[in-house]
């Protein structure tokens, strides 16, 4: 049982696509799969109406009482991935606090990067309550040609002194926007391309530090 919270107080950052994309690679593994949004008429529920079928079962929540709801779910999922936006920042701890890993989206420029502190800030101060709660940054949207820039860079290696660094982040790829259109991941979609290889290596990354936390 894991449950991954993809959450920051910025919008547009990737959550919901990263969210579907984990879930999609769940139910490819033949997990039972809840989707969590913090949104009430969220990505995550068009997600799933788009998807049709039953593998992957969504709910909304939108008041900060995840923490105290996540009891109830555990016992019937395998996998559970909360989508957790920034409007309201009680939400967004309350999701952090159910959670066994938190993965915070940031994009590669510079000011990108600064709007991730505060997320951060709230993340510390749930871990103060939660000390096996897990978190790390991810890079969304890496430009493939440019990458990341050196400025950039430079501003994450700051924000690693409070959150480690995923070590492979996620390109800007065409596949995510496709392949969410017809309510599938990547994974599902197109399984040999390089946003299939990124979304299977967080997956299976993800899973390992939740795995490596329990011990
Ligand atoms: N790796 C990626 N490659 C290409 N497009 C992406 C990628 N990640 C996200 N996007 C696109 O960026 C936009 C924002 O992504 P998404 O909706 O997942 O962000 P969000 O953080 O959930 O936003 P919100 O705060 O509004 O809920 C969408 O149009 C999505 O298709
Ligand atoms: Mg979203």
């Known amino acids: 049982m894991a449950i991954i919270c993809v959450g920051a107080s910025k ?17 490819l593994q033949q997990k039972s799969v809840l989707i969590v949004d913090t949104d009430p008429q969220g990505s995550a529920i068009c997600f799933r109406s788009l998807r049709g079928g039953d593998d992957i079962k969504a709910t909304a929540c939108t008041e900060p009482i995840l923490h105290k709801k996540m009891g109830a779910y555990r016992d019937q999922f395998d996998l559970i991935i909360i989508d957790a936006g920034g409007r ?25 990067l600064w709007g991730a502190t505060d997320t951060i800030k709230a993340f510390t101060e749930v871990r103060a309550f939660c000390p096996a709660l897990q978190g790390r940054l991810l890079v969304n949207q890496i430009d493939p040609v440019t990458r990341v820039t050196h400025n950039s860079m430079k501003a994450l290696r700051q924000l690693e002194k409070e ?21 599938k991941g990547v994974v599902e979609t197109e399984p040999g391309s390089k946003a299939a290889i990124e979304i299977r290596y967080l997956y299976n990354e993800s899973l ?8």
């Open 11 to 27: 919008g547009g950052v990737g959550k919901s696509t990263l969210v579907v994309n984990l879930a999609a690679m769940g139910a």
């Open 163 to 183: 959150m480690k660094l995923l070590q492979f982040g996620i390109g800007r790829r065409v596949a995510f926007k496709s392949s969410v259109e017809k309510g």
């Open 88 to 112: 309201d920042d009680s939400v967004l701890r309350s999701a952090m606090a159910a959670s066994d890993l938190f993965l915070l989206p940031v994009l590669p420029g510079q000011f990108d």
């Open 208 to 215: 390992k530090i939740i795995a490596g936390a329990k011990k």
